[in-house]
């Protein structure tokens, strides 16, 4: 038996545990720099606002009361999913963590007796112990264990174990609806009169194939009842560590080009540290803003004399390269970087015997290690490179409706009073 724990509305339960004003409120999250509904609490779902509704569509009816937006704080939803995560890890033999929200569990023995009564000792203790709903279901497949989530999500109880034969709540569910099943391929399922669960369930192998591949055959043979899906290292080290925003405000000077990219470097540097990983490379981009939304990107690839995890070296190395992205006639509004050839330290390699720079040696900086523990307990950005910049950042992300990180930043701990 496979389980799935997700939070209810997650970002806007975050949001929700620090701010009881929120609670029983229509409450949207917005996406960066502001600009759209990603999350939205069921009240404000009743309202009938779709999702990715743009919020200058909705500043009205916020000034008249009738519904509450804040800025996506990915710092403290981060750190929920952490909590939530280490109490999953202490109730289940395994845990396979599929998104910041959601995780698959595979239960100890002793609950088989009833899933149910251990379903709801697991809601209850992430409930208590870090603040947020959760739906808690069960199955014997992953696909299943998703559609039950979805049906504990409407429980009392928040609880749901899939029953042996599902085949009316598979009869009832469209295709569109199921796990793994995206917008391109449910018109192709439609026009073979594949309408539901059900239908894929007990289509033929060969019909399927022909479809969908042996992905959407995988899929409807987890839906009947067997697990096909091979179990995933989701903490496994990432083939690529990458950073990248959307400006606030358009930039137009190479200086907000150059401060942007050095602090998406640092960060990014500071991610293939934690990970123990060096880079061979990066590429940096930065893309023109265009009226309506994307725009070209322009790039630049730069190889490592050694890979690398040293923030100043690669700083240095990708100042010599902005340059070849800066156009003074355009508009920029996004630049990022991704480090390639990922690998762990002490693969060999040959290096000079005289080296010209600290980057060809084979030690990590512990400058670096300082600077991340610092940032660690003080918290993010305490301790930055003057290449990114120390003056007003125009190009920083927009969140005006920031809400406070009170798990992660001593001085923004809630004070009573």
């Known amino acids: 038996m496979i389980g799935l724990v997700d939070g209810n509305n997650f970002f806007v339960s975050c949001e929700r545990v620090f701010n009881r004003r929120l609670v029983g409120r229509p409450v949207a999250v917005l996406s960066n720099n502001d600009g759209c509904c ?204 990458s950073c990248s925003r959307s400006f606030g405000e358009p930039a137009t000077t190479l200086e907000a080009l150059a401060e942007s990219l050095a602090s998406f470097s640092a960060q990014a540097a500071s991610k293939l540290r934690r990970h123990g990983l060096l880079a061979a490379g990066c590429n940096i981009y930065a893309q023109i803003f265009a009226d309506g939304g994307g725009g070209e990107c322009i790039g630049r690839t730069i190889v490592f004399a050694t890979p690398s995890d040293a923030t100043n070296e690669i700083l240095r190395a990708i100042s010599q390269e902005v340059k070849y992205l800066y156009n003074p006639c355009v508009r920029y509004r996004k630049t990022g970087i991704v480090f390639f050839g990922l690998e762990k330290p002490g693969t060999a390699h040959q290096i000079d015997l005289f080296p010209l720079s600290s980057s060809q040696l084979p030690n990590p900086s512990s400058l670096d290690k300082a600077v991340d523990t610092l940032n660690a307990r003080f918290g993010k950005g305490k301790i930055f490179s003057a290449a990114e910049g120390i003056g007003k950042k125009s190009w920083h992300m927009k969140r005006e409706k920031l809400s406070p990180r009170p798990t992660t930043r001593w001085d923004e701990l809630m004070r009573v009073r």
């Not at 199921?178 to 033929?204: F, N, V």
Request: with cysteine.
């Open 38 to 241: 990603v999350a939205r609490s069921n009240e404000f779902k009743a309202l009938g606002i779709p999702m990715g509704t743009p919020y200058f569509k909705l500043k009205h009816r916020e000034k008249s009361g009738e519904i509450s937006f804040c800025s996506s704080n990915y710092e403290l939803y981060g750190d929920m999913s952490n909590r939530i995560i280490s109490i999953l890890r202490e109730e289940a033999v395994d845990v396979e963590q599929y998104s910041i929200d959601e995780a698959f569990i595979y239960p100890p023995t002793t609950a088989a007796a009833d899933y149910i009564s251990y379903g709801k000792h697991l809601r209850a203790k992430v409930l208590k112990w870090v603040g947020i709903p959760c739906g808690v279901g069960f199955a014997p497949t992953k696909t299943l264990a998703k559609i039950a989530n979805h049906i504990a999500k409407k429980q009392p109880d928040g609880v749901y174990l899939l029953p042996d034969d599902p085949t009316e709540i598979l009869a009832n569910l469209p295709c569109s609806e199921i796990w793994g099943i995206g917008r391109h391929l449910a018109p192709k399922l439609k026009a073979e009169r594949i309408l539901t669960a059900q239908h894929l369930r007990d289509a033929s192998n060969d019909t399927l194939r022909a479809i969908g591949g042996v992905t959407l055959l995988r899929t409807a043979i987890e839906l009947r009842g067997v697990s096909c899906h091979e179990e995933r290292d989701y903490d496994a080290d990432p083939d690529s560590i």
